[in-house]
């Protein structure tokens, strides 16, 4: 009758389900409720080593009472005892400090002394290798000085092994069970530390991309790298840059009627539309500060088109906002627009944050709080840079403080022959 392929995907399923299970399992036993991500992988590390070699501690317990050697036989029996009893103590107290010292210590004593209860080295097949996942474990689950006493613990037993070996008394086992029990103690062990640092490193590496995607969220690349390696101050001065400001009209009266909770949810949807649109021109989000919102383009990476691309920008959120609602309340934004020189960096110690300095900031501010409703208002600077592709209405001059009377346009829309361009 031919094979039922059916039935080994099956088989491969159950099995994949099991160890998910058991791995979901384990990381939930003594888990404590503000344990940082580092301790609960080193958890739940521990509990699928001190649980999921219980089938290979009673199978190796077996053969050797099978063999004729029932006080090597008590050793890993006593394991498969005490370890389930040990993670069921530790998922009451959650002490994982005294769960892995204890944990540790089996794995280390107990290969040892199947070792000596057979005769030493060579009768036993080497089961002392078996110790060595002690400083193994340990490496990944606690520090470097406490990884270093336990390989010193190991180093101990095996001299004191070689010591006293020309006074063990051999139990008399077959050669060919001593053969073959090498290959399986080898094997094993060498299994066991690929599997779990396999494990161990895939989860890290998964905390360290959702690390790495949240800082990405705080920081551009550059300069999340650029921190990586120096955490000195971080500034740079571009020549040409354009920065925008937008914000809500008649934000705080609307703000005065509705609850914190839906303030913020408005907000949030508003930012996340706003968003899309910024990783759509990849440009740069410098931060929002209450119902204003920071952009900027030419840095950290420069760009020739930075007045264009952000005036486009600023046209397309104008639309966006236009055409749809917010927690249900139709919004108008005042969005201004400058370009020129400014220096741009992180500097503190703690809560990084990208920011921008320099008149050319400060004008760009001025242009969204002197604007209008639903107008995209821009200096001559950014005029003079955009002129070409998008018609403009010049406004005359408002009077900035500090600056005096500032040439004004507002944006229309693209010229004719870039509205073709863009079809």
Same mark, same amino acid.
């Given at each position: 009758?031919?094979?039922?392929?059916?039935?080994?995907?099956?088989?491969?399923?159950?099995?994949?389900?099991?160890?998910?299970? *058991?791995?979901?399992?384990?990381?939930?036993?003594?888990? !404590?409720? +503000? /344990? @940082? =991500?580092? #301790?609960?992988?080193?958890?739940? &590390?521990?509990?699928?080593?001190?649980?999921?070699?219980?089938?290979?501690?009673?199978?190796?317990?077996?053969?050797?009472?099978?063999?004729?050697?029932?006080?090597?036989?008590?050793?890993?029996?006593?394991?498969?005892?005490?370890?389930?009893?040990?993670?069921?103590?530790?998922?009451?107290?959650?002490?994982?400090?005294?769960?892995?010292?204890?944990?540790?210590?089996?794995?280390?004593? *107990?290969?040892?002394?199947?070792?000596?209860?057979?005769? !030493?080295? +060579? /009768? @036993? =097949?080497? #089961?002392?290798?078996?110790?060595? &996942?002690?400083?193994?474990?340990?490496?990944?689950?606690?520090?470097?000085?406490?990884?270093?006493?336990?390989?010193?613990?190991?180093?101990?037993?095996?001299?004191?092994?070689?010591?006293?070996?020309?006074?063990?008394?051999?139990?008399?086992?077959?050669?060919?069970?001593?053969?073959?029990?090498?290959?399986?103690?080898?094997?094993?062990?060498?299994?066991?530390?690929?599997?779990?640092?396999?494990?161990?490193?895939?989860?890290?590496?998964?905390?360290?991309? +959702?690390?790495?995607?949240?800082?990405?969220?705080?920081?551009?690349?550059?300069?999340?790298?650029?921190?990586?390696?120096?955490?000195?101050?971080?500034?740079?001065?571009?020549?040409?840059?354009?920065?925008?400001?937008?914000?809500?009209?008649?934000?705080?009266?609307?703000?005065?009627?509705?609850?914190?909770?839906?303030?913020?949810?408005?907000?949030?949807?508003?930012?996340?539309?706003?968003?899309?649109?910024?990783?759509?021109?990849?440009?740069?989000?410098?931060?929002?500060?209450?119902?204003?919102?920071?952009?900027?383009?030419?840095?950290?990476?420069?760009?020739?088109?930075?007045?264009?691309?952000?005036?486009?920008?600023?046209?397309?959120?104008?639309?966006?906002?236009?055409?749809?609602?917010?927690?249900?309340?139709?919004?108008?934004?005042?969005?201004?627009?400058?370009?020129?020189?400014?220096?741009?960096?992180?500097?503190?110690?703690?809560?990084?944050?990208?920011?921008?300095?320099?008149?050319?900031?400060?004008?760009?501010?001025?242009?969204?709080?002197?604007?209008?409703?639903?107008?995209?208002?821009?200096?001559?600077?950014?005029?003079?840079?955009?002129?070409?592709?998008?018609?403009?209405?010049?406004?005359?001059?408002?009077?900035?403080?500090?600056?005096?009377?500032?040439?004004?346009?507002?944006?229309?829309?693209?010229?004719?022959?870039?509205?073709?361009?863009?079809?």
């Amino acid at each position: 009758m031919p094979d039922d392929p059916s039935a080994d995907i099956r088989q491969t399923s159950t099995a994949s389900g099991l160890a998910a299970r *058991l791995v979901a399992w384990a990381g939930r036993v003594g888990a !404590g409720p +503000r /344990e @940082s =991500s580092d #301790v609960a992988l080193q958890r739940q &590390l521990l509990v699928l080593l001190g649980v999921g070699t219980l089938p290979l501690t009673a199978l190796w317990s077996a053969i050797y009472f099978a063999a004729g050697a029932p006080l090597a036989a008590a050793v890993p029996a006593t394991y498969t005892v005490v370890a389930p009893i040990n993670t069921l103590i530790f998922s009451w107290t959650r002490n994982l400090r005294v769960y892995r010292f204890s944990q540790l210590l089996m794995t280390l004593i *107990l290969p040892w002394l199947v070792t000596i209860s057979l005769g !030493g080295f +060579r /009768e @036993s =097949s080497a #089961v002392i290798i078996w110790a060595a &996942l002690c400083p193994l474990i340990s490496l990944l689950v606690e520090g470097l000085r406490e990884t270093v006493l336990w390989i010193v613990g190991f180093v101990l037993l095996l001299v004191a092994t070689a010591i006293v070996q020309p006074y063990l008394v051999p139990v008399g086992l077959p050669d060919a069970f001593v053969t073959w029990f090498f290959v399986l103690n080898l094997g094993t062990v060498i299994g066991i530390v690929f599997v779990f640092m396999h494990y161990f490193v895939g989860q890290r590496n998964y905390f360290q991309e +959702r690390s790495e995607t949240l800082l990405l969220n705080i920081l551009p690349r550059e300069i999340a790298e650029a921190l990586k390696v120096n955490r000195s101050t971080i500034a740079a001065h571009y020549d040409a840059a354009s920065v925008l400001f937008a914000d809500v009209v008649e934000f705080t009266p609307m703000a005065a009627t509705m609850s914190p909770l839906r303030l913020v949810n408005l907000l949030n949807d508003v930012f996340q539309c706003f968003d899309d649109l910024v990783e759509k021109y990849d440009l740069e989000k410098i931060k929002t500060i209450g119902d204003c919102y920071m952009v900027a383009a030419g840095v950290p990476r420069e760009r020739p088109d930075h007045a264009a691309v952000l005036v486009q920008l600023a046209l397309d959120m104008r639309e966006e906002v236009a055409t749809r609602s917010f927690g249900d309340r139709k919004l108008a934004f005042r969005i201004g627009i400058n370009s020129g020189p400014v220096v741009a960096g992180v500097i503190g110690r703690k809560k990084f944050i990208y920011d921008l300095w320099g008149s050319t900031v400060n004008m760009a501010s001025r242009m969204e709080s002197h604007g209008e409703r639903g107008i995209v208002q821009i200096t001559r600077n950014t005029f003079e840079l955009v002129e070409d592709q998008f018609d403009c209405e010049p406004r005359g001059t408002i009077n900035v403080k500090g600056a005096g009377p500032i040439e004004v346009w507002h944006v229309v829309g693209p010229k004719a022959a870039r509205r073709a361009m863009t079809a």
